[in-house]
């Protein structure tokens, strides 16, 4: 395993950028700002590194980016609606962000765009990892409490990338943090619609184009059912005509954990293949439906539909609906979720 920092200077101050090896086929590339994911590569049978995720390719772009490439998201990830939210007797204002009416991943100054500090970094002959830190100050976005925040990235020598998110604050606070990465793991297309996706869920929210909530609604019967692989594109085609132009929707697991996997995207032609598994109970896919200012490493043309982000959390939104998680985390209790990333091969591995 090989993990180095080099501190480099940009439009945001100085950054560090970490990047982490382990010598057998996957490297990854991190940014303190944001504690984000920069890079995601998979070694080719020639023996060079393929992106699978993508993101603007001047730095600079990335790290000020609207469209979250790769950044910790929070203290919330999805939206908040105004005028407010309730934890316990008191409400919290909602000062809308990124929607008339609601508040999108955390805010203008949400997580996505601090500067994190590296609190530790590890190296061992099997795994590497690297641990962000960043501390949210009381009302910091509108937020209650004092929240130490703790992202620890781990690679290890099975080409499993696992985010750790801990967190701790000194009041009743609300707290969905999430990695927004966006995957093409058939790069250098420039289109997703030939992946394979399955989602382990049986239900979805169903929304409104503003994105507060309809109803939870089983997903047999509609474009929303990726119980078993469905080409994305075929799926896709039935969403062009809505307001949402794709996918932006979140699904509610039917089982979860860290030995079961939740989510798995294949890319046919290039014969990768990533699996998701979390200790969340749901996930948002987002299949990049807007067009990015910004030019995006190895897609050759436009950026609409060239990727999605697949965002394990709590069903956003939740605290307004007593039906779904509400994402409070009370004082003083621990916070601690997982994401881990299987990457693969499924010829080889058949093979």
Same mark, same amino acid.
């Given at each position: ?86 934890? #316990? ?5 909602? +000062? *809308? &962000? $990124? !929607? ?9 100054? /949400? ?123 075929? #799926? ?5 005509? +809505? *307001? &949402? $132009? !794709? ?9 979860? /954990? ?94």
């Amino acid at each position: 395993m090989k993990l180095k920092i080099v501190n480099q200077s940009t439009k945001v101050g100085d950054v560090d950028i970490v990047v982490i090896d382990n010598q057998k086929g996957l490297r990854v590339r991190l940014t303190s700002y944001g504690a984000a994911i920069h890079r995601i590569q998979m070694k080719n049978g020639n023996g060079h590194h393929d992106d699978v995720v993508v993101a603007p390719i001047d730095v600079n772009d990335f790290l000020v980016s609207d469209f979250y490439y790769g950044k910790l998201v929070g203290r919330t990830s999805g939206r908040l609606h105004a005028p407010s939210y309730q934890i #316990a007797d008191k409400q919290y204002p909602v +000062t *809308p &962000f $990124g !929607g008339k009416t609601s508040k999108l991943h955390g805010g203008e100054k /949400g997580f996505s765009f601090q500067h994190f500090t590296i609190e530790e970094q590890v190296v061992e002959s099997d795994h590497a990892s690297v641990t962000f830190r960043y501390f949210s100050q009381h009302l910091e976005e509108g937020y209650p409490g004092n929240l130490e925040v703790l992202a620890t990235y781990t690679l290890d020598v099975h080409d499993r990338l696992t985010l750790d998110i801990k967190a701790k604050s000194d009041r009743d606070t609300l707290c969905n943090i999430t990695n927004h990465a966006y995957f093409n793991m058939g790069l250098p297309k420039n289109k997703i619609y030939d992946h394979e996706l399955m989602i382990k869920a049986s239900r979805f929210l169903d929304i409104k184009p503003d994105f507060t909530l309809k109803a939870v609604r089983p997903v047999e019967g509609t474009p929303w059912d990726f119980r078993t692989p469905v080409r994305l594109g075929t #799926a896709m085609e039935k969403m062009l005509d +809505t *307001p &949402f $132009g !794709g996918f932006d929707h979140n699904w509610l697991f039917d089982d979860h /954990g860290p030995e079961t996997p939740v989510i798995d995207l294949y890319e046919p032609e290039t014969d990768r293949g990533l699996q998701m598994f979390t200790t969340y109970p749901s996930v948002v896919v987002y299949t990049h439906n807007r067009l990015s200012s910004a030019y995006l490493r190895q897609v050759p043309g436009e950026s609409h539909h060239a990727s999605l982000a697949i965002e394990c959390q709590y069903e956003p939104g939740g605290i307004h609906h007593p039906e779904l998680s509400s994402a409070i985390l009370p004082e003083g209790k621990p916070y601690h979720h997982q994401i881990v990333y299987q990457f693969y091969r499924r010829k080889h591995h058949e093979a």
